[in-house]
Nanobody, 126 residues
Framework: QLQLVESGGGLVQPGGSLRLSCAVSGFTLDYYAIGWFRQAPGKEREGVSCISSSSAHTYSPSSVKGRFTILRDNAKNTVYLQMNSLEPEDTAIYYC???????????????????WGQGTQVTVSS
């Protein structure tokens, strides 16, 4: 059974950093692209980063590019989202998701992902 568990969220001041983790079980990461998404109250779910199964391709939209970095450690079956220079607008529940997609492709479109974690809250506030 595929399972994804996010951790590492919390309260941080503007300009601070957090590292989110997505631990997966029930499958091996080698054949899956992983995406990170967020959803703020009253807003649609937004993709913030993805990484291909090969790790050769990553993508982040302009809203977070240069601030967020996605990394994967297949040996630990874990994917990380390093978030720096956090802004109040980054406040949301953050989710990781898996897409069985082998190779150099990943997407930040939620509809392409079939397995999701339960989310972790990130709050950026002074």
């Amino acid at each position: 059974q595929l399972q994804l568990v996010e951790s590492g969220g919390g309260l941080v001041q503007p300009g601070g950093s957090l590292r989110l983790s997505c631990a997966v079980s029930g499958f091996t990461l080698d054949y899956y692209a992983i995406g990170w998404f967020r959803q703020a109250p009253g807003k649609e779910r937004e993709g913030v980063s993805c990484i291909s199964s090969s790790s050769a391709h990553t993508y982040s939209p302009s809203s977070v590019k240069g601030r967020f970095t996605i990394l994967r450690d297949n040996a630990k079956n874990t994917v990380y989202l390093q978030m720096n220079s956090l802004e109040p607008e980054d406040t949301a529940i953050y989710y990781c998701a898996a897409d069985r997609q082998y190779g150099d492709y990943c997407s930040v479109w939620p509809d392409e992902y079939s397995s999701w974690g339960q989310g972790t809250q990130v709050t950026v506030s002074s």
